[in-house]
């Protein structure tokens, strides 16, 4: 029983030294995303996005994934922690750090490790840190809620410029295939004495 345990947690600790923290994630970011961008450094395995339980939307802000192999992770951590790195075009870099145990959910208990739980009396010590403690996670949890706030509102700005730049970009490629395609380019190049290439590549003007 002891040895299958062992067994278990030391697969628990293999997979705890090929994940990657990720932390400072925007709200629009998926897990599709995520293994999208990460795919560059290797094969990802599993995202599994933190619930935010501090925020009343839940939104998560970080996430753990998996790599297939340490190496990976390591090269994850590196670069992001080397280059500033975007997910969705959000401008708020990434950042990246090795993953530890405590921050696993569904980690299995450490064999040998014992948990003691006990209620605290109003006149320990420690009581008095602990409340104050409580507020300053309270406090915390407003001021954070007032910044994410704001910083969802640029964000979903920023991603209404993009796409509105992305149409606009897409309209003028089409106006100059049309262009192309009906004469009228070849038509105006001889009006003005300019020569247009005709080849298999994009074409242009000389």
């Not at 994934?65 to 708020?92: C, D, H, N, Y």
């Not at 409340?131 to 706030?149: D, F, I």
């Amino acid at each position: 029983m002891e040895s299958g345990k062992q067994n278990e947690y030391a697969a628990f600790e293999e997979k705890v030294r090929r994940t990657v923290y990720l932390d400072n994630l925007s709200p629009n970011v998926t897990e599709s995303v995520v293994r999208t961008a990460l795919d560059q450094y290797g094969t990802v395995k599993n995202v599994e996005f933190i619930p935010n339980y501090l925020e009343p939307r839940n939104m998560p802000q970080c996430a753990l994934v998996e790599m297939e192999k340490e190496k990976q992770a390591k090269v994850v951590i590196s670069t992001l922690s080397e280059f500033p790195f975007m997910m969705s075009g959000m401008p708020r870099p990434v950042r990246a750090r090795a993953a530890v145990a405590e921050m696993f959910g569904d980690r299995p208990r450490k064999p040998g490790r014992q948990i003691c739980i006990r209620w605290l009396d109003t006149a320990d010590p420690d009581f008095e840190v602990a409340s104050k403690l409580k507020q300053l996670v309270k406090r915390h949890a407003t001021e954070t809620a007032v910044m994410l706030k704001h910083q969802l509102e640029k964000e979903e700005k920023l991603a209404k410029q993009q796409g509105e730049t992305l149409k606009a970009n897409y309209k003028k490629y089409e106006m100059i295939d049309s262009l192309m395609a009906d004469g009228a380019a070849r038509r105006l190049a001889r009006c003005y004495n300019l020569r247009v290439s005709d080849d298999s590549g994009p074409s242009t003007f000389h």
